[in-house]
């Protein structure tokens, strides 16, 4: 399907626009992102009892107090635990959809050899289908954006590039071979491999851009950047210019 919005025209604060003392994917940094005019990236997992919880690793152990796999804890005990020792906690992505308002959200499906891919995939869609403003899936599992093909047709969904295939030619190959094969709306390359992307056909959503260089190499390219840490203003003037 086409994109269902302009993928390029807008920046997207990755993990929200989180800083020293407000932390990633918290739904205060993704209230912030939308206030500022800005999309937002998040990441996604679903709990023990079938939530999708926006939270970046697999582990709760960098983030929070606890140990242990995100996806043994109930959404209830997940919402419970506080974020890089503050007063935040880990949202739900009904949350955050809401938190969002009319502003695009990018949201990466997160997978390991344990994930429920099919239940992941329906129950992210199913939240997805509430959102106010547009959204995009994406992953680096094209067999979960299989899945989402599958299910519907009406969301947009990325396939993202992991760089150490794309940093040889013969991993390039694979990767645009499994590209033709799935058919995604969009990619998702690492900013410091985009010219590999030069020629491709598809809209690009570039990560982590963290210096005006970067964001200046999306901009040449018509690359929606994925940034963190970037003063707003900065952002904000390259989308003017």
Not at 104 to 132: F, I, R, Y
Not at 138 to 164: N, W
Not at 210 to 236: H, K, M, W, Y
Request: glycine share 6%.
């Amino acid at each position: 399907m086409p994109l269902t919005f302009d993928l390029p025209a807008f920046a997207y604060a990755h993990r929200g626009l989180w800083s020293a003392d407000l932390p990633e994917n918290s739904l205060e940094a993704f209230k912030r992102a939308s206030e500022h005019g800005f999309g937002a990236e998040c990441d996604v997992h679903l709990s023990a009892d079938g939530v999708p919880m926006v939270f970046h690793d697999f582990t709760l152990e960098r983030m929070t107090d606890t140990q242990g796999a995100i996806t043994d804890a109930s959404a209830d005990e997940l919402h419970a635990l506080h974020l890089a020792g503050t007063g935040h906690t880990i949202p739900t992505l009904s949350d955050v959809l809401s938190a969002m308002g009319d502003q695009p959200l990018l949201v990466e499906l997160k997978a390991d050899e344990t994930t429920d891919l099919p239940g992941l995939a329906a129950a992210t869609l199913m939240s997805v289908a509430e959102a106010q403003g547009p959204v995009a899936i994406m992953s680096f599992s094209p067999s979960l954006i299989r899945i989402c093909k599958q299910i519907t047709s009406h969301i947009t969904l990325g396939l993202l590039a992991d760089p150490r295939r794309i940093e040889t030619p013969e991993g390039r190959v694979g990767f645009f071979g499994i590209v033709k094969d799935i058919q995604p709306d969009y990619l998702g390359p690492n900013v410091s491999q985009l010219t590999h992307f030069r020629d491709s056909n598809l809209p690009l959503a570039s990560w982590t851009v963290r210096d005006e260089t970067s964001l200046e190499g999306c901009r040449s390219l018509n690359a929606a950047p994925i940034f963190e840490n970037l003063p707003t203003d900065l952002v904000r003037a390259h989308f003017a210019s």
